[in-house]
């Protein structure tokens, strides 16, 4: 038996346009942190801000068109970088939401994973300043360390991470600061199956 995954996509072309779009967006946040404290740096996060509205108003097109654009419509590289776009419409809770349900009907389908049903609600949860429910968003504090997004119920977080396939917490905060540690300051694109996010782009609260 196959499954949606073992199959050329649908649509090779909204698969190309969510890739590209999801490297160009990862870029520029990229910029935008590493030069934060200078004139260059306001730029580069109004140019973020910017390709973060154009991409929402894409990715609100093929949703309208499609529905969510999973593993079938475009892949699984494709698929997670779909996520990626989501993650980051922040700044459009409408469409944001909108995004959670149509992942969460294609995780009901098999279409996308429940890990990353998961994240996009974490970061619906963070965005209205409530508490995250398994704890896949992470902020900068004012020293420049790491921390947990406020979490409900903490002693029971791994219990609810397993239950949606994600690693336990201290094991993929470790595989997190690692990799923000490299240099790159930002998540790569595509974005594994089991990666963490910033949340609101890694500003403090």
């Known amino acids: 038996m196959t499954t949606p995954d ?12 969510l890739i590209q779009r999801a490297e160009a967006a990862s870029k520029n946040r990229r910029t935008a942190r590493s030069t934060a404290a200078t004139q260059q740096g306001l ?3 109004g140019a973020a801000m910017l390709t973060d509205q154009a991409n929402t108003q894409v990715l609100e097109r093929i949703v309208g ?3 969510w654009p999973g593993r079938s419509l475009v892949g699984e590289e494709a698929a997670r970088a779909a996520l990626t776009l989501a993650l980051n419409a922040d700044q459009d809770p409408r469409a944001q939401n909108g995004f959670l349900r149509a992942v969460h009907e294609a995780a009901r389908q098999r279409e996308v994973s429940a890990s990353q049903w998961a994240r996009l609600y ?8 409530k508490l995250q429910v398994y704890g896949t968003q992470h902020r900068r504090r004012p020293d420049g360390e790491l921390e947990l997004y406020p979490v409900q119920d903490r002693d029971q977080l791994d219990v609810r ?10 094991e993929q905060f470790r595989l997190l600061r690692e990799r923000l540690a490299g240099g790159s300051g930002s998540l790569p694109v595509p ?5 963490e ?6 500003s403090n609260p």
């Open 6 to 17: 073992q199959h050329q996509p649908q649509r090779p072309d909204r698969a190309q346009t």
């Open 43 to 45: 730029a580069g996060a």
């Open 65 to 67: 068109a499609h529905g």
């Open 122 to 129: 974490d970061r619906c949860l963070a965005r209205d300043g």
């Open 161 to 170: 991470r397993a239950q949606v396939g994600l690693l336990p917490h201290a």
């Open 191 to 195: 974005v594994p199956e089991h990666d």
């Open 197 to 202: 996010d910033l949340a609101l782009a890694g």
